[in-house]
């Protein structure tokens, strides 16, 4: 199992980034999949998780109304639209696969990180 993470840099306040993870490896289509961050001496958060059929979406309060996750089984990706980006969003982002089709409790993979910085 691979996953390959893309999308990250640095923005300015108020403004937006998309990230992008491709999978490869395992059936795609059967599993939630999500997004996580960990800033600096903070414990990793959920960020965002989509169900395998992509009809059921979850998010962390912080980012409700301003991130938006979506998967494209097609493509064996998923992706994290990011707007109204602010300091505190600051964060090395992780995409992930969870071990079940809803729900990102438990996760099966990690992908390599990709830094976020937003900072005028």
């Known amino acids: 199992v691979q996953l390959q993470a893309s999308g990250g840099g640095l923005v300015q306040p108020g403004g937006s980034l998309r990230l992008s993870c491709a999978a490869y490896?395992?059936?795609?289509?059967?599993?939630?999949v999500g997004w996580f961050r960990q800033a600096p001496g903070k414990e990793r958060e959920g960020v965002a998780c989509i169900q395998h059929s992509g009809g059921d979406t979850t998010y962390a309060d912080s980012v409700k109304g301003r991130f938006t996750i979506s998967r494209d089984n097609q493509k064996t990706s998923w992706y994290l639209q990011m707007n109204s980006l602010k300091p505190e969003d600051t964060s090395v982002y992780y995409c992930?696969?969870?071990?079940?089709?809803?729900?990102?409790?438990?996760?099966?993979?990690w992908g390599q990180g990709t830094q976020v910085t937003v900072s005028s």
């Open positions: 992930a696969v969870s071990r079940t089709w809803i729900g990102c409790d438990k996760i099966a993979y």
């Open positions: 490896g395992f059936v795609f289509e059967d599993y939630a």
